[in-house]
């Protein structure tokens, strides 16, 4: 099995919570000395650098939001001078005031490193010709894989997203191995090939994928196996995790075994908590993700509140990694989550659903919206070309959902082709209801 840094990716737990420790003390002295902001919030809390001792010392520090870097934007939370940045890139907001996140010579190198080693984790090597179709420019994922499958000494071509039937056309012509995009644009790239005749298995040599952006389920990676061929060339879809927060993506991967992702735990503690009190849950339990980057020099961000909902395990991968892993992967976001008639109900909890009928579509999405004084749940999803759907068949879907989500859905099968395609994200949510 091969890695990046073999010794580092399997150091027993006990040795690497000490190295966390360390490395926490190191990165809370460096923003305390350095950052006004962090400086006062260490000071509300009463809590100091050298108080960091043992690993469950690290819950004495505060905790830091995305309300904080939109309070501070552009540059409040830069923790070193100005003229060490090299590289900024920012995400568009989603209210209405964006991030923005700052990188020294070191951090590019370092994130570039994390790129390369969760390449290495599901089996990509120096041989492989490297599609890059997430999006280059302020959003961290074109720019992270390039500099990422460069360092690994992959031959890269920066295709950035769109213009779907030249993509396979590259693919065809350069012998493209590997792709890297969101899992709906990856189901959306399945859907084109067909419909171009192109047979991915035989036309082409695409072995693995790196799928992510979006929580997706082990349904979603069978079909998009399927349909662009990677089982048949000796690989799989591998999902990965970043946030922009703490470097972009390369922040965790799934390896080959495929048993979760993987949390680079040399640079990031990742700890799980319940998002009502802020108190770890147990090992097991569903909670939301709390990070702390240890390794970034320009913005590191101490115990920062991502809202990913996730369950953490501990125990060795049969890789032989050491580190935490999320076996079920990102389940979804808190604030994607919305409250149906008193119930929680998640886009990936849907999604897990409809992927199991083979006579359904990849392309869906749900649609909340209040009747008189009550809420109500419609999922749209397309059937598959050549498929009738039953009345019989929808009325089995319905009862799936219902037993899963515990809330009645209204089904809507349309018909394919009709709903929207993602180059990007995926928007699964519209809510039409007006709260007060």
């Excluded at 469950?56 to 830091?64: A, G, M, Q, R, V």
């Excluded at 100005?82 to 907001?93: A, C, K």
């Excluded at 492989?128 to 031959?155: C, P, R, S, W």
Aim: contains cysteine; hydrophobic residues 35%.
């Amino acid at each position: 099995m091969p890695f990046e840094n073999e010794k580092m990716e399997t150091m027993p737990r006990k040795e690497l919570e000490e190295y966390q420790v360390k490395m926490m003390r190191s990165v809370a002295k460096h923003v305390y000395e350095n950052n006004e902001f962090y400086r006062r919030k260490f000071k509300e809390k009463g809590v100091k650098p050298e108080d960091i001792k043992t690993i469950e010392d690290i819950s004495k520090l505060p905790f830091t939001y995305k309300k904080d870097l939109r309070d501070n934007y552009p540059f409040g939370l830069i923790s070193v001078p100005f003229e060490d940045v090299v590289r900024i890139h920012m995400s568009s907001g989603t209210s209405g005031k964006p991030t923005a996140v700052a990188y020294t010579v070191k951090d590019i190198d370092t994130w570039a490193t994390l790129i390369k080693r969760s390449m290495i984790a599901a089996g990509a090597d120096s041989s492989d010709i490297v599609q890059n179709m997430y999006g280059y420019g302020l959003f961290t994922g074109g720019l992270g894989f390039h500099y990422g499958a460069e360092k690994l000494g992959a031959k890269v071509i920066p295709m950035s997203t769109g213009n779907t039937q030249r993509q396979i056309e590259v693919m065809m012509d350069y012998g493209t191995t590997v792709i890297t995009c969101t899992p709906s644009y990856a189901m959306f790239l399945g859907e084109t090939m067909e419909s171009m005749g192109i047979d991915p298995e035989k036309d082409l040599k695409l072995r693995i994928g790196f799928i992510g952006a979006e929580p997706w389920s082990k349904k979603t990676r069978e079909r998009i196996e399927k349909k662009l061929g990677l089982t048949a060339h000796g690989g799989g879809a591998y999902d990965h995790y970043g946030l922009s927060e703490m470097c972009g993506p390369g922040v965790g991967a799934e390896c080959t075994a495929q048993e979760g992702l993987h949390i680079w735990a040399d640079h990031f503690y990742l700890e799980v908590v319940d998002p009502e009190t802020g108190e770890p849950v147990s090992e097991g339990e569903k909670g939301v993700m709390v990070m702390t980057n240890f390794t970034k020099e320009a913005m590191p961000f101490i115990r920062y509140w991502i809202g990913d909902v996730t369950i953490i395990d501990y125990e060795p991968c049969e890789c032989g990694r050491t580190h935490p892993r999320l076996p079920q992967g990102i389940l979804g976001r808190a604030d994607d989550m919305v409250v149906v008639r008193g119930i929680n109900v998640f886009p990936s909890q849907v999604e897990f659903v409809l992927m199991k009928f083979p006579e359904l579509g990849e392309a869906w999405q749900m649609i909340v919206d209040r009747k008189g004084t009550l809420d109500s749940l419609e999922i749209e999803v397309e059937r598959k070309e050549g498929i009738q759907v039953t009345e019989e068949l929808k009325s089995r879907i319905q009862e799936e959902l219902k037993s899963y989500l515990n809330i009645r859905a209204e089904l809507i099968i349309k018909e394919p082709g009709t709903l929207p395609r993602y180059e990007g994200k995926a928007k699964r949510v519209i809510d039409k209801r007006e709260f007060a």
